[in-house]
């Protein structure tokens, strides 16, 4: 079975910074199986990035993702307030998700 | 645009079952994957199980096998979860989701139905 790990566990940034979270898996995964979701307090997840590095419909284009193999990244390029959420990578196969980063607002 | 509008909280007993509900409206409902993911106070999303309409089987994720069922009702556009004897650690909260295969995620998501089990 594969395991997602995620890193770090909770990030702190201020607005206006970048922020990379990572996404390991322990073994490879295809790159059009790996996606990323955002979860903001008593909220249901909301989906993100799919195929690694496809936007969903309606993400602004400071999220970006990438990755192969076995690492995969999702960037933000420049926080906005409403960015500080935790975040989940998920391997479509197995429909499993890593244990998630928590972004907050330093 | 399709939405997942699932049934609304519910407290249980110890060893006793719950069935959630998911009811999907605006778009075509039987030929996606309809997921069950669920999360505990504090803590990740944990997937149970799925099933797709059209073709009416469900898999399941071992850990649940034998205490998950997933059903759905293709004439109302309603997909259901129950899990049976309950115990204190299925205290989550349980979200449905929609499966785009072409994605290859989970692209819809219910709105979640917090199940509390407690004596």
């Known amino acids: 079975e594969i395991v997602l790990t995620q890193s770090p566990g909770t990030l702190s940034l201020s607005p206006g910074e970048r922020a990379t979270l990572s996404c390991r898996a322990s073994?490879?995964?295809?790159?059009?199986?790996l996606a990323w979701y955002q979860q903001k307090p008593g909220q249901a997840p909301r989906l993100l990035i799919y195929g690694a590095s496809s936007r969903a419909t309606g993400i602004p284009d400071r999220f970006s993702g990438s990755g192969s193999g076995t690492d995969f990244t999702l960037t933000i390029s420049r926080l906005e307030p409403e960015d500080f959420a935790v975040y989940y990578c998920?391997?479509?196969?197995?429909?499993?998700f890593g244990q998630g980063t928590r972004l907050e607002n330093k | 645009q399709v939405q997942l509008v699932q049934s609304g909280a519910a407290v249980k007993r110890p060893g006793s079952s719950v069935k959630v509900s998911c009811k999907a409206s605006?778009?075509?409902?039987?030929?996606?994957?309809i997921n069950w993911v669920r999360q505990a106070p504090g803590q990740g999303l944990e997937w149970m199980g799925g099933i797709i309409p059209s073709f009416g089987i469900a898999n399941y994720a071992q850990k649940f096998q034998g205490r998950v069922t997933i059903t759905t009702d293709e004439s109302t556009s309603t997909a259901y979860m129950e899990l049976s004897s309950l115990r204190s650690e299925d205290t989550a909260v349980y979200y449905c989701?929609?499966?785009?295969?072409?994605?290859?995620?989970?692209?819809?998501w219910g709105q979640g139905t917090m199940v509390t089990v407690s004596s």
């Open positions: 998920q391997q479509y196969g197995s429909s499993l």
């Open positions: 073994q490879s995964v295809s790159s059009s199986y």
């Open positions: 605006g778009g075509t409902f039987s030929s996606y994957f």
């Open positions: 989701a929609r499966e785009d295969g072409h994605k290859a995620a989970f692209d819809i």
